[in-house]
């Protein structure tokens, strides 16, 4: 079994930046891929960004890409995101998620085993 948390999300102005974190137990996590997911109030969990187990191949959703920045720290057991020039259309509750297929970069929920609880993230004036 995985844990993950998440952390790192709160409110901040358009144009503004965070840093999310998820934060994963047990050993296997560097051998997983992870994903980073959001939800907004009545609509689907859709895609942000995906990372293989190395760190050496990402993907964005096309919304995100040149904004968001995908990462990991094997050695801390932890991904990242990080997101600039945040856009009120942001707003969401960001979930990480890993997959047990550690080369895998795809949107589909579905292939991911674990997941966190979320954090919220609201963009707003």
């Known amino acids: 079994q995985v844990q993950l948390v998440e952390s790192g999300g709160g409110l901040v102005q358009p144009g503004g930046s965070l840093r999310l974190s998820c934060a994963a137990s047990?050993?296997?996590?560097?051998?997983?891929?992870v994903g980073w997911f959001r939800q907004a109030p009545g609509k689907d969990r859709d895609f942000v960004a995906a990372i293989n187990w190395s760190g050496g191949n990402t993907y964005y959703a096309a919304s995100v890409k040149g904004r968001f920045t995908i990462s990991r720290d094997n050695a801390k057991n932890t991904g990242y995101l990080q997101m600039n020039s945040l856009k009120p259309e942001d707003t969401a509750l960001y979930y990480c998620a890993t997959s047990r297929r550690g080369n895998i970069l795809d949107s589909a929920p579905t292939l991911y085993d674990y997941w966190g609880q979320g954090t919220q993230v609201t963009v707003s004036s």
């Open positions: 047990g050993r296997t996590f560097s051998t997983y891929a």
